[in-house]
């Protein structure tokens, strides 16, 4: 369990903190060793949350691409609609092994806090979620669904309202509350140990796919794509595979892609600071300010990313690359009209990349985008930019 991923990670917290943390890291390194946690984990994956996802074969949008078979890992159909159970459900499961009977998270599209909602809900925790006003705006039905879930949903109106705002508040409710409180945290960022334990529980999802594609066509993909947000989806996508042949790249969203702003894409146009407790890329001015980012996608629109994607960058074992809202919106229109699929607005950028790099592509050739979401949540956001072109 690494703190470090060559000069990114760590744990830049207030001393409150470093006692939490520590046993936060014990107590997950004993429950990975228990036949009795693990259990239990697989079987709510399985019963509750719908585990294993299928690896589907987009025909119709193949054929329509021509070139490389292009194929879709479906954590759309996770329970809830996004990968973000898998992660929710693991550190609830530790939450109560820590004693801790209330739960706090942060959410940016609310996916992370409606997983949160269910799993606390099911395991009978009482559940706070912080989530920034413009947010909360943009991604009503979520705000919905927790609250139905039986958690409180607590508004956060300083700065941008969104993702980075919620994190800090969250962070501020843990250095106050630690004694009976968990933080779920939803992504793989943040102090260690949160970037590689989430990517542990996110790992299923690169353990499933490497098993299904070596199944269906006798080896890994050629090519896999994954948004990258804070990283959660895309590091549980590529870790099993970083040791194989297949080529990984990593979409991050570039906004509205005027060369002025950069949207949220913090590895392309990032450079190296301190933030929510890690060390990584960021976007921030010459001052170390974190700039305001922007994403047709909520849960894509945020000014760090994990620590581990920092340093596969840099090692150049993965490739990053960013897609614009334009782009991810064509995409997703063309998912809809081909494969019946509605998918989320983050993983439609991931898709938006497969889609031109496919063409280019034999076709004996077998491309992978996680579909880390479905695209419910997202309607409204689509319409608002009007019918595809
Ligand atoms: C939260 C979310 C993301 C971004 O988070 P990562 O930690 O980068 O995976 C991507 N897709 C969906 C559907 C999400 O809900």
């Known amino acids: 369990m690494p703190e470090w991923y060559g000069p990114y990670g760590g744990s830049y917290v207030p001393e409150t903190l470093v006692p939490a943390l520590k046993e936060l890291e014990l107590v997950w390194k004993s429950a990975r060793r228990d036949p009795e946690f693990r259990s239990r984990f697989q079987d709510l994956a399985r019963d509750w949350g719908g585990r294993p996802t299928p690896l589907y074969f987009a025909e119709r949008l193949t054929r329509e691409v021509g070139g490389a078979e292009i194929y879709l890992k479906r954590e759309d159909l996770v329970h809830g609609g996004a990968h973000k159970l898998n992660n929710a459900l693991g550190q609830g499961l530790l939450a109560l092994r820590?004693?801790?009977?209330?739960?706090?998270?942060?959410?940016?599209?609310?996916?992370?806090?409606?997983?949160?909602?269910?799993?606390?809900?099911?395991?009978?925790?009482?559940?706070?979620?912080?989530?920034?006003?413009?947010?909360?705006?943009?991604?009503?039905?979520?705000?919905?669904?927790?609250?139905?879930?039986?958690?409180?949903?607590?508004?956060?109106?300083?700065?941008?309202?969104?993702?980075?705002?919620?994190?800090?508040?969250?962070?501020?409710?843990?250095?106050?509350?630690?004694?009976?409180?968990?933080?779920?945290?939803?992504?793989?960022?943040?102090?260690?140990?949160?970037?590689?334990?989430?990517?542990?529980?996110?790992?299923?999802?690169?353990?499933?796919?490497?098993?299904?594609?070596?199944?269906?066509?006798?080896?890994?993909?050629?090519?896999?794509?994954?948004?990258?947000?804070?990283?959660?989806?895309?590091?549980?996508?590529?870790?099993?595979?970083?040791?194989?042949?297949?080529?990984?790249?990593?979409?991050?969203?570039?906004?509205?892609g005027e060369p002025s702003g950069w949207g949220a894409a913090s590895l392309v146009r990032g450079s190296v600071g301190v933030l929510h407790g890690m060390r990584t890329y960021l976007l921030q001015d010459e001052e170390g300010q974190i700039l305001p980012t922007q994403s047709v996608s909520a849960g894509l629109d945020y000014a760090g990313v994990g620590p581990e994607h920092a340093w596969l960058k840099d090692s150049g074992r993965v490739e990053y690359t960013s897609a614009t809202d334009r782009e991810a919106l064509e995409a997703f229109h063309r998912l809809a009209r081909t494969e019946g699929i509605l998918p989320a607005l983050e993983p439609s950028h991931a898709l938006a990349v497969a889609l031109q790099r496919a063409t280019t592509l034999p076709r004996d050739q077998h491309v992978v985008v996680t579909l880390s979401g479905r695209g419910d949540k997202d309607l409204a956001e689509v319409e608002r930019f009007g019918p595809p072109r």
């Open 98 to 256: 820590l004693g801790k009977r209330r739960l706090i998270a942060e959410t940016g599209a609310g996916q992370h806090g409606v997983a949160t909602a269910m799993i606390g809900a099911k395991l009978g925790l009482s559940t706070e979620v912080y989530m920034g006003a413009a947010d909360m705006e943009r991604q009503k039905p979520n705000v919905l669904r927790m609250r139905l879930l039986g958690a409180t949903v607590r508004p956060v109106t300083q700065g941008q309202q969104t993702l980075k705002e919620a994190i800090n508040e969250a962070l501020r409710d843990w250095i106050a509350n630690v004694q009976d409180t968990h933080y779920l945290l939803g992504s793989a960022v943040g102090p260690h140990p949160f970037p590689s334990l989430v990517a542990d529980f996110q790992s299923v999802i690169g353990r499933e796919l490497r098993r299904q594609s070596r199944a269906r066509w006798g080896r890994d993909p050629d090519l896999v794509l994954a948004c990258v947000g804070g990283g959660s989806n895309a590091i549980g996508t590529f870790h099993p595979l970083l040791r194989g042949p297949a080529r990984l790249v990593g979409v991050e969203a570039r906004g509205s």
